[in-house]
């Protein structure tokens, strides 16, 4: 199976700040790569697929980027609702479908 | 609007079966594929499995390959995952989560149900 990990496990941050996840795949994936959302008690929410592609709906302050084996999700400016876990995804290697451990990110 | 609507809680004993639900709306159920993804209590996601409604293809993560059975009946719109006997690692969260129609050869999962909590205690 593809490994993911994500760096840091966890992030204390305040409110305006930038906000850079990476994630890494132990293997090339290519583009292949979904960030998911989620906060407490909530499902998972869909914010980017294929490493870059901003889903509809998605704030611009939301933005991914990578491709091969790393990978990070960026927030621009963190508002209050951005207070959750994240995920990365590797979409690629089917049916061998994996996610990261996840990046928590909280406030400061 | 899209929804998948999940059944509601279940605390099972265990050894007993179990088959939980995940209806669509809003949408053509038969032609998108529906995938389960499993949360254990302060843990990650994990990708179970997943079914084609149109034609009950099913594949499932080599980790979930004999542990569950996935099925859907697209005439009601629904997805299931069943258990014939549970065990108290089985206590999780379970997700259903539509794929992306639009990316392509990949699998992404763009809408997600609300959960349905498993608690297998004796």
């Known amino acids: 199976d593809i490994q993911m990990t994500q760096s840091p496990s966890s992030v204390s941050a305040s409110v305006g700040d930038r906000v850079t996840i990476t994630c890494r795949a132990s293997?090339?994936?290519?583009?292949?790569l979904a960030w998911y959302q989620q906060k407490p008690g909530k499902a998972p929410q869909f914010l980017i697929y294929?490493?870059?592609t901003l889903q509809s709906g998605v704030p611009s302050r939301f933005s991914g980027s990578g491709s091969g084996t790393d990978f990070t999700l960026t927030i621009s400016s963190l508002q209050p609702e951005d207070f959750a876990t994240y995920y990365c995804?590797?979409?690629?290697?089917?049916?061998?479908?994996?996610f990261g451990p996840g990046t928590k990110v909280d406030i400061k | 609007e899209v929804q998948l609507v999940q059944s509601g809680a279940e605390v099972k004993k265990p050894g007993e079966s179990l088959k939980i639900s995940c209806k669509g709306f809003?949408?053509?159920?038969?032609?998108?594929?529906i995938a389960w993804v499993r949360q254990m209590p302060g843990k990650g996601l994990e990708w179970m499995g997943i079914?084609?409604?149109?034609?009950?293809?099913?594949r499932y993560s080599p980790s979930f390959q004999g542990q569950v059975t996935i099925s859907a009946d697209k005439s009601i719109s629904t997805a299931y995952l069943q258990w014939s006997s549970l065990k108290a690692s089985d206590t999780a969260i379970y997700y259903c989560?539509?794929?992306?129609?639009?990316?392509?050869?990949?699998?992404?999962?763009?809408?997600w149900g609300q959960g349905t909590l498993v608690t297998v205690s004796s």
């Open positions: 989560a539509r794929r992306l129609i639009s990316g392509g050869s990949a699998w992404y999962f763009d809408d």
């Open positions: 809003g949408y053509n159920f038969a032609i998108y594929w």
């Open positions: 079914i084609y409604p149109g034609d009950s293809d099913t």
């Open positions: 293997q090339t994936i290519g583009t292949c």
């Open positions: 294929a490493a870059s």
């Open positions: 995804q590797q979409a690629c290697s089917f049916p061998r479908i994996t």
